[in-house]
């Protein structure tokens, strides 16, 4: 009986995940859309066709669905930005990848959202486990760009006296300026002058010789 039960619990673990993920996929579309505090067990329930002890039971609450919710993003993200930005050479070219596949990421949710940007609104004031949870992730992402910077510096690429947590504060600061141009007053060729702004805020930083060269590639 014994031997029974495993062959039975190995065959139904895997389904329980796929299904789990299935719950992630739509709750990041409607926190993507709505807001971490627009989830509800029901509205999943309803979306997945489930009961609403179907879907409690993979969470067991609210707030351990929103946390799952920012974990599935960070996952996402980090497939997406900082995985393949990691295959470039160490210094200012990884640290360009990083840039670009960021805004690359912000091109795509123009019609949806940023869990990262939306939940710090929502989650500002209200401590607790779910901004706990946010603000890791954020922390994590701000630490491997500053990482970056540092790279870019010890390779030579960036000036010695570059201030990294002040050249990481303004790339910050251009995407969410990016994401209030593109996706709130919804302004055409807002990607392409983040772009620029991006060359512009590396350029006091480049080695003179580097930055005659930035300078002729600029527009």
Not at 117 to 129: C, Y
Request: aromatic letters at 6%; one cysteine or more; proline letters at 5%.
């Amino acid at each position: 009986m014994a031997d029974t039960d495993t062959r039975s619990h190995s065959r139904v673990l895997p389904k329980g995940r796929q299904t789990r993920a299935a719950i992630l996929d739509v709750a990041l579309g409607l926190a993507s859309h709505n807001g971490l505090e627009g989830l509800s067990i029901g509205a999943l329930a309803e979306l997945m066709r489930m009961s609403k002890s179907g879907v409690f039971a993979h969470f067991g609450s609210r707030e351990e669905l929103q946390i799952s919710v920012v974990r599935e993003y960070h996952q996402r993200f980090a497939d997406e930005v900082f995985r393949p930005a990691m295959r470039e050479p160490r210094g200012l070219p990884r640290l360009r990848a990083l840039v670009e596949r960021w805004i690359r990421r912000v091109s795509v949710e123009i019609d949806s959202g940023c869990i990262y940007i939306s939940g710090a609104v929502e989650f500002d004031d209200r401590p607790g486990p779910v901004r706990d949870a946010l603000a890791q992730m954020v922390q994590t992402w701000h630490a491997t760009l500053e990482k970056a910077i540092r790279l870019a510096i010890d390779e030579g690429h960036l000036r010695a006296d570059t201030d990294p947590l002040q050249l990481l504060f303004e790339i910050h600061g251009l995407i969410l300026s990016l994401h209030h141009d593109a996706r709130f007053l919804r302004l055409p060729g807002a990607l392409d002058r983040a772009r620029n702004a991006f060359e512009r805020m590396l350029s006091p930083h480049l080695p003179p010789a580097a930055r005659k060269r930035a300078a002729r590639r600029r527009p």
